[in-house]
């Protein structure tokens, strides 16, 4: 079956750092991918997101892109803010599936 | 894309008891979609809601416990039956946007459920 697995958290970092949230799917023919935030105390918002191999999915400063030939959809951000702190959802679904398959979230925590 | 209200927001609830959890969507959507996050995990989903079908629940997931709603194709709720605190969790609605490029997900901001 389809799977989502990410990187372990917490993860905590200073202002200004550099961000990597890995994470890799394990699915057949070609999945749309998703990353959604959750703030404190909030329900999810979609971040971004990429329907094929090689589409980049940008928002906030956030960028993902779809590696196909690696399974991955690594989110980055080059220099993050304290106001980034939330958990982190990678996600995958088909089009015409409907049911999204979510990893187990990455919890980011930003110092100033 | 469609938003989502969602209330209660919060409830602490006696165990024994039930809770009903309110869905209302801006725009008709065909299926709406009911996860539960359980304390520090990730979200699991419950059910899809059809309108004028039973909903379609997913495996660890019964219509006793769990009964849906879906009334019409802005609307659906959730109830959680005769609670214990293991169903303390966040409980979220969800539609698809299926119009491109918008292509995607939108979730209600949760049911933040306390079982005493």
């Known amino acids: 079956g389809n799977s989502v697995t990410q990187m372990e958290g917490p993860v905590t970092l200073s202002e200004e750092a550099f961000l990597t949230i890995n994470c890799t799917y394990t699915a057949t023919g070609y999945p749309s991918l998703f990353w959604y935030v959750q703030y404190p105390g909030e329900g999810l918002q979609l971040l971004l997101k990429a329907t094929k191999a090689d589409d980049k999915g940008s928002n906030k400063g956030f960028e993902a892109t779809y590696r196909k030939e690696t399974t991955s959809f690594h989110l980055e951000k080059g220099s993050v803010q304290v106001s980034d702190s939330a958990v982190y959802f990678c996600?995958?679904?088909?089009?015409?599936?409907?049911?999204?398959?979510f990893g187990t979230g990455t919890r980011l925590t930003i110092i100033p | 894309s469609a938003v989502i209200s969602q209330k209660p927001s919060r409830d602490i609830c006696q165990r024994g008891t039930s809770l009903t959890i309110q869905c209302q969507v801006d725009?008709?959507?065909?299926?709406m979609f009911w996860y539960r996050q359980q304390p520090g995990q990730s979200l699991t989903l419950i059910a899809t809601?059809?309108?004028?079908?039973?909903?379609?629940?997913e495996s660890g997931f019964v219509i006793d416990k769990f009964p849906i709603s879906r009334p019409n194709l802005t609307f659906s709720t959730l109830t959680v039956s005769n609670m214990s605190p293991e169903d303390s969790s966040i409980y979220l609605c969800?539609?698809?946007?299926?119009?491109?490029?918008?292509?995607?997900?939108?979730f209600g901001s949760g049911t933040r459920l306390t079982v005493v």
């Open positions: 969800s539609v698809e946007a299926v119009q491109p490029p918008n292509y995607g997900y939108t």
């Open positions: 996600a995958l679904t088909y089009f015409g599936n409907e049911k999204l398959t």
């Open positions: 725009s008709q959507v065909t299926m």
């Open positions: 809601a059809n309108q004028g079908s039973e909903a379609t629940y």
